[in-house]
């Protein structure tokens, strides 16, 4: 089949569109990309940000997938590639996701040019993120930070830590690792710098390449991108958001050809995942901009989520941990968490209440 992509128009859209296109000519189909410009490109700018607000019912909505709906719907493109943790936790029963490609590292990253890890930072170091789930969990961790609120795309916001704007930057370990894989260089410090003689954390070192990139076209790398990575967050720590490094393939829902076209990328072990993260979140509201954590991992057959809701404040924080019962379905797993975590006062906790003392003691912080 010759198959259209839609694509977002930014480095790491792009990347995931190329990435795909390439797996589905080596199954023998053509492909072209078609370039479409989202509501949230749009957020991008702080000018329209401003003026336009993320209200939890625009959230809802899937700010960066509105208009490529619109194009599948028009019939301008046959499929659209999305980052997953963008899409709303429900779709629209007019659309599909017949393949969930295999997940790239799902953890957050810090980068900094100075500084070897979150604990290092100095007092009062500003972190450019404008994550809500980064900042009410790096809060707490360490309530004197500051934040910045960086946006852009990935190559935008690191030339804002670059140029000083911040002095340290938290993103998605996939996005950076997709957009300039490698290992970090040692960085020359003077000998008065605090962190200087000091030896690097063993997550200093940047995703392993992955073999597709040799096939890929890849943009310009950016002085000290991958330079910069300094501490991948273990999920104890920063918790990532549902559906982080996976990508998702949208179609039409009778779209029949095109799914079937599509349907050699899915990873049933990453779906699982993924969609167990995304029934947890919608069994507690379902918005993107939610400061909750979700990772689930599967080995050996065992499913195991943990997950994670912090007050905005950081002062307050439910974590848990749970295995899938055999046979569980995700939606059933998913589902069967986020109501444990309401239990413990998660939704309270999202809405700015107080959470009850006694029995949930034990999970706040």
Not at 62 to 81: M, N, Q, S, Y
Not at 197 to 210: F, L, S, W
Not at 287 to 310: F, H
């Amino acid at each position: 089949m010759h198959l259209r992509l839609g694509s977002r128009g930014s480095k790491l859209a792009l990347w995931q569109s190329r990435h795909i296109a390439a797996l589905l000519d080596a199954n023998g189909h053509t492909t072209e990309i078609v370039l479409i410009r989202t509501t949230g490109d749009r957020m991008q700018d702080p000018a329209y940000a401003a003026t336009h607000p993320v209200t939890p019912e625009l959230d809802n909505k899937g700010i960066f997938i509105k208009e490529i709906e619109e194009a599948l719907l028009a019939g301008t493109i046959d499929l659209a590639v999305h980052s997953l943790k963008d899409l709303p936790t429900t779709l629209d029963e007019r659309f599909a996701l017949p393949a969930i490609p295999e997940r790239a590292d799902p953890r957050d990253a810090l980068l900094c040019p100075d500084w070897l890890q979150l604990h290092t930072l100095p007092e009062g170091a500003r972190v450019g993120t404008t994550s809500p789930r980064r900042v009410a969990q790096l809060k707490a961790h360490r309530p004197d930070l500051q934040f910045v609120p960086i946006r852009g795309n990935i190559d935008t916001r690191i030339r804002k830590l670059a140029s000083g704007q911040c002095d340290a930057l938290v993103l998605a370990c996939a996005g950076v690792d997709r957009l300039g894989p490698g290992l970090l260089r040692p960085v020359e410090l003077d000998p008065q710098h605090p962190e200087f003689g000091r030896d690097p954390h063993i997550e200093c070192v940047t995703h392993p390449d992955h073999d597709h990139l040799a096939h890929m076209e890849q943009g310009e790398e950016l002085p000290g991108q991958t330079d910069w990575i300094r501490e991948r967050f273990d999920p104890a720590v920063l918790c990532p958001a549902p559906g982080q490094g996976a990508l998702a393939i949208e179609t039409l829902a009778h779209a029949t050809q095109v799914i079937a076209a599509i349907a050699p990328l899915d990873n049933p072990t990453t779906r699982f995942a993924v969609e167990a993260e995304r029934w947890l979140l919608n069994g507690l509201g379902g918005g993107c901009s939610l400061p909750v954590g979700a990772l689930c991992t599967v080995r050996d057959g065992l499913a195991t989520l943990q997950a994670n809701v912090t007050a905005p404040d950081g002062e307050r924080m439910i974590t848990l941990t749970e295995q899938a019962a055999s046979e569980e379905s995700a939606e059933v797993f998913g589902t069967r968490v986020a109501d444990h975590l309401a239990s413990l006062g998660a939704l309270a906790l999202l809405s700015g209440e107080d959470v009850l003392d006694g029995e949930f003691a034990e999970t706040l912080r």
